[in-house]
């Protein structure tokens, strides 16, 4: 049995990255656009958030630097697929390109030079971010190391998977999205703003997908430099999208399943 509890409990963490990837691109799909940029989306936020976190010694700093940078990356994507009709697949491969070369290119930097942050030097951040789960719930035999044991990140992403779950397909703002994500000459027709539906769900989107990179970076990877952080999640994420039917409640179960395979293959 507690082979079984700890099988499940690491598929969970595994998992984890690939819930934020997953419910940021289904709210992108969602409003019509398919961003292939997922993987450089994640990548800029884990090296963005890494570093920023680490040199403010904050995890609230790192979180809002890994979304801003993600979410600045996906501005782009937005600028040049809704107002320049780009073609989407080629933009977000670009995006793909792009967001690799900045992480590459900070990692690379920061390390020749000596000044890439080291996790183990900020015993306050690295405490933040280590698996404390929730105090006397993760004291409950088997049931307290599979749901309350986890580290901040994982609850972050379920909750975050909930809300987007709510308001795409329980609010009239989500009812609007999805409108202009299946029809978008009925929804301009019924006084919805089409590219500005787009435009704030492709940024939030891409900002969810900066949070799946910041925990590659923290978790995952420890704080440790390597040249694949994120490792081609990006692409498993978009697959997902398909695999959850663009239901952010299912992938939290999806991305559970996939972190089971990513266990089996560790």
């Not at 040199?55 to 782009?76: C, D, P, T």
């Not at 390390?111 to 006397?136: E, R």
């Not at 795409?168 to 978008?184: D, F, M, S, Y």
């Not at 697959?239 to 179960?253: C, D, G, H, M, S």
Request: proline residues 3%; hydrophobic residues 55%; positive net charge.
């Amino acid at each position: 049995m507690d082979v079984l509890v700890s099988f499940f409990y690491y598929a969970i963490r595994m998992g984890t990255p690939l819930l934020f990837a997953t419910t940021g691109e289904i709210i992108t799909e969602r409003s019509g656009n398919l961003n292939l940029g997922v993987e450089g989306m994640m990548a800029i936020g884990a090296i963005c958030g890494y570093c920023m976190g680490c040199y403010a010694n904050s995890l609230i700093v790192a979180l809002l630097a890994a979304f801003a940078a993600a979410a600045l990356a996906a501005l782009i994507y937005a600028v040049l697929t809704v107002t320049f009709q780009t073609n989407q697949t080629v933009t977000g491969l670009a995006l793909t390109i792009f967001g690799n070369g900045i992480y590459l290119f900070i990692g690379r930097m920061l390390t020749k030079t000596d000044h890439f942050p080291s996790l183990t030097s900020l015993p306050h951040l690295k405490w933040i971010v280590a698996d404390h789960g929730i105090p006397v719930l993760r004291d409950i035999p088997y049931l307290g190391k599979l749901l309350f044991s986890y580290n901040i990140f994982v609850y972050i992403a379920v909750v975050i998977a909930v809300v987007a779950w709510i308001y795409i397909l329980k609010t009239k703002t989500g009812l609007r999205v999805r409108a202009v994500g299946e029809n978008p000459g009925a929804a301009d027709a019924s006084g919805v703003n089409v590219n500005r539906a787009k435009y704030v769900n492709i940024v939030l989107g891409g900002g969810i997908c900066g949070l799946g990179g910041c925990y590659m970076a923290f978790v995952t990877n420890g704080g440790a430099w390597n040249e694949s952080w994120i490792n081609g999640m990006g692409w498993i994420a978009v697959a997902l999208v398909i695999f959850a039917n663009w239901n952010p409640l299912k992938a939290i179960f999806g991305s559970f399943f996939f972190g089971m395979f990513n266990v089996l293959m560790a």
